[in-house]
């Protein structure tokens, strides 16, 4: 591990987010002389962000608690066009009031994240693209792009080599995400873009066009592509993704997400997407045998605390130990609402699974049955035609549970 003088680069690096980076040494010097000012960008496509995004956002948040100035760069510009990288064809087109819907979905995320009260900002691309002249654009700045070199990037290759569209559209992209670098690094002296290493590619384009055009001498910082120890894509679970907005995802079920860690991620989920210091990480990641769910509930509390606030993270924490080891019933478990006429006459427990969000379709439901990990108020269902109905209400729900640690009441409305 690289020794930095800086206590930004030094903080994400003992903690394993860096990846790639340019010019580090200069890059350090800059941090380390105060104020650095960095950005990373996030296009509306969904109304929150999710787990996959949540190893940037700390990014962010490490910058400015190490005296520097983070950007949240929405995207409401290139949002109406969508990054192709890496994708096998092109993002549905969202109208404007679409994309409005999203930014303050997102915006809620980051402001639990960063304080925008202190020397952060958050900032709307739209502001500069939605008035860019297109001949002026193309002559100002399209000339300092090379097709060939443009045709050589790994995700327009991939889409090519796969004889799949790639539209003149979705080709403006990378142009214009590089523009952004020149107008953030002109507006507010924004030296450094962070991302995945997938962007790398991106941010290249973004220092070379600042540094041609603008004159200023940038950086790209990027952090690893994380996947669980297993293989498994960071954010993505049976149920969909896990999302950072309390709305589309409970405090609860992001609790639990966190609570199931494999073993062999705990230490590195503590350093990454906790601020526990070093020490107290150490001592939790050495914590063998059936210890180790100590240090995973931890993990859980103290990221649902970022995410949700301390108190919804311990109320998290209080309902998984009297549902696990009490057996009881909590008000604040995720709840659906079935009408009351339905569960009158009958509600199919394959439809009633995927209604709760405990299966993605009847077929998954089936399986998980097959599987004995299907209950009705604890009781284990064996039949793929079992019933959910108004007998099964019990002090107003229905305890829907799928294994051991996946719990929906049902309430008649």
Not at 152 to 181: G, H, P
Not at 304 to 315: I, P, S, V
Request: proline content about 3%; glycine content about 10%; hydrophobic content about 40%.
């Amino acid at each position: 591990m690289t020794a930095f003088k800086s206590d930004f680069l030094q903080t994400l690096s003992e903690r394993g987010f860096i990846y790639q980076g340019s010019d580090m040494e200069a890059l350090d010097a800059t941090a380390k002389q105060g104020g650095l000012t960095g950005y990373i960008g996030y296009d509306a496509t969904a109304a929150s962000l999710h787990v996959g995004h949540l190893l940037q956002i700390m990014m962010l948040r490490w910058l400015q608690k190490t005296g520097g100035k983070p950007i949240a760069l929405m995207g409401g510009g290139t949002t109406r066009i969508g990054d192709p990288s890496f994708r096998d064809e092109a993002r549905p087109l969202l109208d404007d009031a679409g994309i409005a819907r999203n930014l303050a979905g997102i915006k809620g995320v980051f402001a639990k994240y960063l304080d925008f009260d202190g020397p952060a900002l958050m900032v709307n691309n739209a502001d500069w693209l939605d008035k860019l002249q297109y001949i002026d654009f193309l002559r100002d700045y399209g000339r300092h792009f090379s097709v060939n070199r443009m045709l050589a990037f790994e995700s327009v290759k991939q889409r090519l080599e796969r004889d799949q569209s790639l539209s003149f559209l979705e080709f403006n992209y990378m142009i214009l995400q590089a523009y952004d670098f020149v107008e953030l690094y002109r507006q507010y002296d924004c030296r450094l873009q962070m991302g995945g290493s997938d962007q790398w590619g991106n941010i290249l384009n973004g220092i070379d066009l600042t540094r041609r055009t603008a004159g200023g001498e940038v950086f790209a910082l990027t952090s690893p592509l994380l996947t669980t120890s297993s293989g498994a894509k960071m954010g993505k679970t049976a149920g969909g993704a896990v999302w950072l907005n309390a709305e589309m995802k409970s405090p609860y079920e992001f609790w639990q997400y966190w609570r199931n860690t494999e073993d062999g991620d705990v230490e590195r989920f503590l350093k990454l997407f906790t601020e526990l210091p070093m020490g107290e990480i150490a001592r939790l990641a050495a914590l063998g045998g059936a210890e180790i769910n100590e240090a995973k509930k931890v993990l859980a509390t103290e990221v649902t605390a970022l995410c949700h606030g301390r108190e919804t993270a311990e109320q998290a924490a209080e309902t998984a130990r009297t549902t696990f080891e009490e057996g009881a019933l909590s008000d604040n478990l995720p709840t659906v609402s079935l009408p009351a006429s339905e569960l009158a006459g009958g509600i199919g427990i394959l439809a009633a699974l995927v209604r709760a969000g405990l299966a993605a379709s009847n077929g998954e439901a089936r399986r998980h049955i097959q599987g004995g990990a299907v209950r009705i108020n604890d009781v284990p269902v064996a039949d793929d035609k079992a019933v959910l109905e108004t007998p099964h209400v019990n002090d107003g729900v229905i305890k829907l549970s799928l294994g051991k640690k996946r719990h929906i009441l049902v309430r008649p409305e």
